[in-house]
Nanobody
């Protein structure tokens, strides 16, 4: 069955970096566009970044443009989100998503001094 497992979250100081990973199984990653979402306490889940099946095209929310980079390694069936210059407002649970309504369990990112 389709499974998505996020990892790489944690506590980081403002200005720091983290790299999130989303390991996919049960399907061929290269056949699907993928995306990262996040949900902060008391807020709706929002789209952060997306990438086409080949990785040739990407999308970023304005709030993360220039700081976050989405990428994928189809040979490893894994998607990534490199997050630099982190801000306290980036604090949220980050989820990876595949079309068809498949979500991972999420990984917590906390940006605080």
């Amino acid at each position: 069955q389709v499974q998505l497992v996020e990892s790489g979250g944690g506590l980081v100081q403002p200005g720091g970096s983290l790299r999130l990973s989303c390991a996919a199984s049960g399907f061929t990653l290269s056949s699907y566009a993928m995306s990262w979402y996040r949900q902060a306490p008391g807020k709706e889940r929002e789209l952060v970044a997306a990438i086409t099946d080949t990785g040739g095209s990407t999308f970023y929310a304005d709030s993360v443009k220039g700081r976050f980079t989405i990428s994928r390694d189809n040979r490893k069936n894994t998607m990534y989100l490199q997050m630099n210059s982190l801000k306290p407002e980036d604090t949220a649970v980050y989820y990876c998503r595949r079309v068809g309504g498949y979500w991972g369990q999420g990984t917590q990112v906390t940006v605080s001094s």
